[in-house]
């Protein structure tokens, strides 16, 4: 049998009741804000709940017992026996119309028509239906039952991937999962970003450093590229003067060589001359040698045989006188 879970009134009071199986349970809100608990199974007295003077509205669901206050905050009672009025919040203060209970859910809609299912904790809800013209709601197992402003009744399915109560906590596990991972990630990004930070701030020295250093390097360039001109234009001086140096030896030199050349042809002409007037001296000597003093011999030996018949004669001539 489908449970159904309602609000009614009785005079100055409103109940609102949740059977099970084991005892009926009815908590009742009355017009003074007094929250009254009774299990019908026991007793037929109600136990005061608590006294919020705010609240207006009751709801049961997931086996909880929530209130909406006048702001439009909803909480949660802590049940305990014998009972507390410890409440824990479920939602900050909001433009709700009224809240639903089922056995899995509770939903809450807003004034401007949207309806949201609690998730289970503090503030996390999600967004079932938008339609924007809900006077009020009610809630069974299966359906949602609306009056629009119009005074139609209309009724909507719950056939959502987030009905079961399973569903949703395997949904709260995963979110839960991924909150821790998200904080990780998030230190582990806090921890990278001071690195970062401090990498940057090292940077930071490191190219005010290097800018210092490259100021002295370029003050040292220009020192150097004085030094540089000065020992070029004395340098430039140098060269000039030993060019002219040079200038001057290597005409020193032309002449002497000039001169050497000179000397050199003067020596060879000299040589050829030389070899010249030795070769006439050979050609004399070799007349000489061949015709001249063949000559003079024969002419000496005729001569001292014409001195021979001379002295001869005379040798005649002297005997002659005797």
Do not use: C
């Amino acid at each position: 049998m489908e449970h159904l879970y309602k609000e009614h009134s009785a005079t100055n009071q409103t109940y609102f009741s949740n059977t099970n199986t084991k005892s009926t349970i009815k908590h009742t809100l009355n017009t003074l804000s007094r929250i009254l608990s009774h299990f019908q199974s026991f007793t037929m007295g109600y136990t005061e709940i608590d006294n919020s003077k705010n609240a207006v509205q009751l709801a049961w669901a997931a086996e909880a017992l929530y209130r909406r206050d006048r702001d439009g905050s909803i909480w949660r009672w802590d049940y305990s026996y014998p009972y507390n009025k410890n409440w824990t919040s479920v939602t900050g203060p909001d433009s709700l119309d009224g809240i639903i209970g089922t056995k899995d859910f509770l939903y809450k809609y807003h004034t401007d028509g949207k309806l949201f299912r609690f998730l289970g904790h503090q503030n996390e809800w999600i967004q079932v239906h938008d339609y924007g013209h809900i006077r009020s709601a009610i809630a069974s197992d299966a359906s949602y039952y609306y009056i629009l402003n119009d005074g139609r009744v209309a009724v909507d399915g719950m056939m959502h991937p987030l009905q079961s109560y399973a569903d949703l906590k395997k949904l709260y596990d995963a979110l839960l999962a991924q909150d821790k991972a998200d904080k990780s990630e998030i230190a582990s990004l806090k921890s990278a970003k001071s690195q970062d930070e401090k990498t940057i701030q090292q940077l930071k020295e490191a190219i005010a450093a290097g800018e210092k250093k490259e100021r002295d390097l370029q003050d040292k360039i220009v020192g150097l590229e004085k030094s540089l001109a000065t020992a070029q234009a004395g340098e430039a001086k140098l060269t000039s003067e030993l060019d002219t140096e040079k200038k001057k030896e290597y005409d020193e030199w032309k002449k002497f060589e000039i001169h050497d050349a000179e000397d050199h042809k003067a020596l060879a002409e000299a040589q050829a001359r030389a070899a010249e007037l030795q070769k006439k001296v050979d050609d004399v000597e070799k007349d000489i040698r061949d015709s001249i003093i063949p000559d003079l011999q024969k002419t000496i030996v005729g001569l001292k045989n014409d001195i021979s018949g001379h002295e001869a004669l005379i040798e005649i001539l002297k005997k002659h006188e005797k």
